[in-house]
């Protein structure tokens, strides 16, 4: 029988409480053992203590260590030192000296040769207020009251054979960070008051500084576990005395070891001693030893929230981590786990991992840098000193030296840490090749020939990373961030040349601002002269036109005035235009991460032409692909990356994801739905751009369901109500038409609504339509309340036949798949309907042509086609058709739904699968293919490329004709009539 865990939940809720209530705590143990679905023979040979089976090293105590499992050391608070056995004098570590000290026995237990001998995967212990349980594989440890044991049943699930799921098989030391830091703030927010602004901009700096004193310790800046051993061995095991002892290391943190010289020579002059120049001088060892940070990281103090032994404790396993494991994008996966989720979902932050930021600031510099270091290395090191080979070396560094790096929506600062990281390798690379130049007669290195001594710095500086974010804490965040990432790489310097610029004290970097990116000026941020190279990277918040706050939209207000298309944009698209103006008519260049909405649909048209207007153009796009990152919950959308620049690009590149394998396209121009081609932008019309048979939405029940009916609803319907079964008809939403599922509704189009109404069974549900209806916010559903009887609105034919669209469809199929009905057969608005339309108008939209129009033009559902009979529809450019022609089209059109047909049993789901549709079907669609193209022109097209090209052509060659007929309407109604 599988492990249920869902009882075992339920059960030691009920165990713990249990225990608590009636003092249950000998026989604890033995109880929670069964809900594993331990053995009953192991369990009673548990209690006998069979050394056999529990080889817990003090069972006398009470301790039951059962081989591989658990070892449970329970730990009484009136326990006596004369209660010890004196035969296990040799073990007295193991042994509880300070009763209130769980964690001390915890580390005994952990460091007993018994753990290891009998590969004991869990320690738990507890005086059934609090329990520790150490997981000895993930080194991890949970701290909760006893009475919350159920609630992180989770972390035991081990003990029966259920192992804790790995979120990051790549990085896991990047998410056991996340979570302790995130317990430890969840601690810090129980025990402590955080109300104002100021109390959370305060516990935001206090984290950031506990960050850094975590991997400095790690890393070289502090010694090898100073912080960690000097916050154990100095501060009480209670926590009383936890943040005085952070407050004085955070003074210290920011003590110069010497005074400045203006204070020393007035001290000269007073004749104080040469110590009093030491403002350390009289502090405790313990704290004068650590170093001067500066950096602006410890400057101003701020209250340190109350700690008692549990968030101590907690503090202390943070602490107790290699931090030096710890990845750059650490700090996005920390920042998620730290602060609160429903301020998460406001800012509308997403997590970016190190491959997505690679596909941003590759295109974007990385790869022009990297190809002229590889044309420089190529040249030959014989003639050096003709080809200038130093020369052209330093002269890139010099380039990298002025490059700034612009994240508007930085976050956490993970653009900016792997964009620096990035350029501090190509450092890397040429200070490696010019050393290779400058080898001694006898070949040997020579460090000293390249000035590498201590006095060298990189020409990276951070003073060249500039970013903004809306929320203080990433904002501190990314700071540290960057600090760090100058002391990893200066590390990585070390390595290969044996010396670094020193880490500490830090410098002010001092252009991470805490603002609202879209009401700041970005050139007082980061300052444009025209000249400099400036890149502009991130990954701003998507924000849809229905889930935007009364912020968000004065956000867009400040950006965009008072446009009327404003409210059906993303709230993404600010940033692009802001963006777009910051780089008109200068070097610098754009590249951001967005929703695949702005590059579909009717945005498309908003937005990129106000771009392109500016002089900007699409310089390389990465297609469609979906969203993956380093947060503990992925955000499940669809993206783009758009490169925008204003200066010449020879080559533009576009980046298609390929069964799962992605692919670059060079191209002499980027349209702006990301595919090779034009500027143009197709924009919705009401009204077809040529003549044809109008499209309009299916009928709009706005029922709450209650004129539906399921077929068990429907015969039972008709059963007691013989004379309704005139009013139900089938009907069809997307789901049915393409499943080929029932499902019926109440047709009262005709009907007389005082009649039905003195029959019960249907007054029934129209009193429900009417009610749902009353409740409304909209003010015409309310209205029309008065009519529960009809759909909301009615849109079906009353006579003939209708072409049927749905309106959401999957985008693994090469054809939207369209049908014929009866007026019998009602569509709702999950489809697109023309009424009375023709063999020859279902022919064309089914044709390749059209299908790849829509593709082009049309919205998208997460990556599923959103059909729109005023952005696809109507603006698609219909071919020119004899009658004859017309009738070929119709003939192969008829030729589809007959071989439709041949397939019984068969859902047009089924039948439109690229991995099912049948051999018969996909020729009968090609020959249709074929016959329309040529419609087009004579020799068809050779891929999609081609045949877009056209269609945009054809497009563009529509609207220049209607805009013709309108001057020429607009001039006849202005001629002024002669006297």
């Not at 369990?43 to 069972?59: F, G, Y």
């Not at 410890?298 to 602490?319: S, V």
């Not at 939209?553 to 400040?558: C, V």
């Not at 007026?823 to 042509?849: K, M, R, V």
Request: hydrophobic share 35%; aromatic share 10%; glycine share 4%.
């Amino acid at each position: 029988m599988s492990f249920n865990q869902t009882q075992f939940f339920e059960s030691l809720e009920k165990l713990t409480n249990q225990v608590i209530k009636d003092n249950l705590i000998d026989t604890f143990i033995y109880d929670f053992l069964a809900l594993l679905d331990i053995s009953k023979a192991t369990i009673t040979s548990l209690r006998n203590n069979d050394s056999r089976t529990n080889v817990a090293i003090h069972p006398e105590l009470g301790e039951v260590a059962n081989k591989h499992r658990l070892y449970f050391k329970p730990i009484s608070t009136d326990a006596k030192p004369e209660t010890i056995n004196p035969k296990h004098s040799e073990q007295q570590d193991t042994k509880l000296q300070d009763t209130d000290d769980l964690a001390k026995v915890l580390a005994n237990i952990k460091s007993s040769p018994v753990i290891a001998k009998h590969k004991i995967r869990m320690i738990m212990v507890t005086d059934f207020e609090t329990v520790l349980v150490y997981d000895t594989k993930f080194n991890d440890t949970l701290d909760c009251d006893f009475t919350d044991l159920y609630k992180n049943y989770h972390f035991l699930l081990p003990l029966a054979g259920l192992e804790r799921a790995q979120e990051f098989t790549e990085h896991p030391a990047d998410v056991q960070a996340s979570e302790k830091m995130g317990r430890l703030f969840d601690h810090i927010r129980k025990y402590n008051e955080f109300d104002t602004p100021d109390d959370i901009h305060a516990l935001n700096i206090f984290f950031t500084r506990l960050l850094f004193c975590f991997f400095a310790e790690d890393t070289g800046i502090f010694k090898p576990k100073q912080f960690h051993d000097t916050l154990e061995s100095c501060t009480l095991t209670d926590g009383s005395d936890t943040d005085t002892f952070l407050y004085e290391l955070f003074s210290v943190l920011d003590m110069p070891e010497t005074k400045p010289s203006h204070q020393s020579s007035q001290s000269s002059q007073s004749s104080q001693s040469t110590q009093s120049d030491n403002p350390r001088a009289n502090l405790p060892a313990h704290l004068s030893a650590f170093p001067y940070v500066n950096g602006s990281l410890f400057k101003y103090q701020f209250a340190i929230p109350y700690f008692n032994a549990r968030t101590r404790r907690i503090l202390l396993d943070c602490a107790q981590m290699n931090w030096a494991q710890i990845n750059p994008d650490i700090f996005g996966s920390m920042f998620q786990a730290v602060i609160e989720p429903e301020q998460r979902g406001n800012l509308g932050q997403h997590y970016t991992s190190v491959s997505n930021i690679m596909k941003v600031i590759e295109p974007l510099f990385l790869q022009a840098l990297r190809q002229e270091l590889a044309t420089l290395l190529a040249l030959s090191d014989d003639n050096r000193h003709k080809n200038n080979k130093i020369e052209r070396l330093d002269a890139l560094l010099e380039r990298i030296s002025r490059i700034k790096v612009f994240d508007p929506a930085c976050g956490s600062g993970n653009f900016l840490i792997i964009a620096y990281k990035e350029l501090r390798e190509l450092e890397l690379e040429i200070l490696k090749a010019k050393q290779a130049l400058l080898k001694t007669g006898q070949g040997s290195m020579d460090n000293s020939v390249l000035t590498l001594d201590f006095g060298y710095d990189s020409v990276v500086s951070l003073d060249n990373f500039y970013g903004i974010d809306i929320d203080d804490f990433p904002s501190q965040i990314a700071r540290l961030s960057l600090w760090l990432a100058e002391h990893q790489m200066n590390i990585k310097f070390r390595e290969v040349f044996g010396v670094a610029p020193p880490t500490l004290p830090l410098k002010d970097s001092g252009h991470i601002i805490n603002a609202n990116s879209l009401r700041i000026d970005w050139q007082e941020v980061c300052p444009n002269n025209g000249d400099d190279e400036i890149y502009i990277v991130g990954n701003p918040p998507f924000g849809g036109t229905t889930n935007r706050d009364d912020e968000q939209a004065k956000d867009m207000n400040k950006v965009f005035g008072t446009s009327k298309t404003l409210k059906y944009l993303d709230y993404v698209t600010s940033w692009f235009w802001k963006g777009a103006q910051y780089i008109a008519n200068s070097n610098a260049r754009l590249a951001l991460v967005s929703t695949n909405s702005i590059a579909q649909g009717e945005q498309v048209a908003m937005l990129f032409p106000n771009i392109f207007d500016l002089g900007v153009h699409i310089s390389f796009a990465y297609q469609t692909f979906p969203w993956k990152n380093n947060a503990k919950h992925n955000a499940g959308v669809h993206v783009v990356i758009i490169g925008l620049s204003a200066t010449p690009t020879m080559q533009k590149t576009i980046y298609k994801l390929v069964d799962k394998i992605w692919h670059r396209q060079v191209v002499e121009n980027i349209s702006p739905y990301l595919v090779s081609g034009s500027n143009t932008a197709v924009v919705a019309t009401n009204t077809p751009l040529q003549p044809r048979t109008k499209m309009v939405f299916g009928n709009k029940p706005t029922d709450g369901g209650y004129l539906f009916l399921t077929l068990e609803e429907k015969n039972d319907l008709i059963t007691k109500q013989p004379y309704v079964q005139q009013y139900i008809r089938p009907v069809l939403g997307a789901r049915e038409f393409l499943h080929n599922e029932q499902r019926w509704c109440l047709w009262f189009a005709n009907a007389n609504l005082q009649e039905l109404e003195k029959l019960p069974y249907i007054k029934e549900r129209l009193d429900s339509v009417r009610q749902m209806r009353l409740a409304s916010k909209a003010k015409s559903t309310r209205e029309y309340s008065k009519y529960p009887h009809l759909f909301r609105q009615i849109a079906q034919p009353k006579s003939g036949e209708y072409i049927i669209v749905p309106r959401v469809s999957s985008e693994r199929r090469q054809y939207v798949p369209i049908g014929f009905f009866e007026c019998e057969t009602i569509a709702t608005d999950a489809n697109q309907i023309i009424p009375n339309g023709t063999l020859y108008e279902f022919g064309i939209l089914t044709s390749l042509a059209h299908n790849d129009w829509m593709r082009l033009v049309a919205g998208r559902l997460k990556s599923d086609y959103r059909y729109s009979g005023t952005i696809v529809y109507n603006t698609f450019p219909f071919p020119e058709a004899s009658e004859q022609q017309k009738a070929d089209i119709e003939a192969l059109a008829e030729e589809i739904l007959l071989t439709r047909a041949d397939h019984v049993g068969k859902t047009l789901a089924e039948l439109y699968d690229p991995d099912k549709m049948p051999a018969d079907l996909k020729q009968a669609h090609a020959s249709l293919d074929d016959a329309v193209d040529k419609l087009y022109r004579p020799q068809g097209f050779k891929n999609t490329e081609e045949r877009l090209a056209h269609l945009l052509a054809r497009y563009e060659d529509l609207i220049k004709a209607e805009e013709q007929q309108k001057l020429a309407k607009k001039a006849k109604k202005t001629k002024k009539v002669p006297k």
